[in-house]
């Protein structure tokens, strides 16, 4: 009853998230292709996205798409369903953003979304906001999958400063300078990022490997997400699993994300004073009750296994 799974991607933190420890009895998840040999982690432009990587790929029973196909023409997102129609694979589907992060125009993603939701035989977003948005844009049923937890534990923060981290500062990141002198916040960036950000930040630095970026961001209370727009993040979850509060702007649907936490508070998207009042707020009923971890494995098990028609 064994079956195979291709996970695209399969060694990002997420869907890496989605196995139990030791992975599954009955359910191989192949490893990601070395796309490039002195880089063997990066799995992106994913080959399989092409029709000639399934002239001679292995055995494949279910496919299950996460993200990495914005790079695709409309056709070739339509030639890749065909490819999986042809073969008899079901599709599983996570969408995880609503709209891209990494993009300013949507229109060729929203598009790519709508064409692989319908092919899908399952699809998966991360909260009740999103799963109806889904369902309004384009007509299909959507499965509620909570974010798992990205790390292990729940180190205690030592200061009560609140940070912001910009990181490389993608589309969806507000580079108005005034958001940031408003919030206050320590701020941490990339050597990269625009030379208006690199000025008044705290610390400059290089990209952080896992260790360090999550001892960093325990030694705060509140970490501040600087979005203008987006939909679920991964850096809400994994803040919330070292114990940190978080405050998220009201746009996307980061607050449903996390239903319930109280480590969570929204702020007006692009007001620095109120993203400070909720910095505030956050830091006056410190420490917050920790959200329950999900364990998600047993729900995409069963999703896996019934796609493939082994229950």
Known sequence: MSIKVLSIPAGHPYPRALQPVGGWEEITVLPDPVVT???????????????????NSQKVDVVHV????????????????????????PLVLTIHDLDNPHLTDQSNY???????????????????????VVYRRYGSAVEVTPHP???????????NRSGVFLKSVRANVITDPGFYRDLGAE???????????????DHVHMPMDDQTLHSTIARHRVVVLPYKCGTHSGWLRMCRDLGVSVAVPDCGCYASQMPGDDGVATY?????????????????????RPHPVPDVSDQHRHVYLTVAGKL
């Open 37 to 55: 040999p002195d880089n063997p982690e990066q799995w992106w432009p994913h080959p399989a996205f092409t029709p000639e990587w399934w002239i």
């Open 110 to 132: 929203h598009e790519q979304l709508r064409i692989l939701a319908r092919a899908a035989t399952h699809v998966f977003t991360l909260s009740q906001q999103a799963a109806e």
């Open 268 to 288: 007006r998207t692009g007001d620095g004073k109120d993203a400070a009042r909720a910095v505030a707020m956050l830091e006056s009923c410190y420490p917050a």
């Open 187 to 201: 701020i941490y960036i990339h050597e990269n990022g625009p030379s208006e950000l690199t000025s008044m930040a």
């Open 149 to 159: 937890a990205i790390t292990k534990g729940q180190p205690h923060p030592t200061t």
């Open 66 to 89: 996460h993200f990495g196909f914005e790079h695709l023409t409309l056709e070739q997102t339509r030639q890749f369903t065909e490819v999986l129609d042809r073969n008899g694979i």
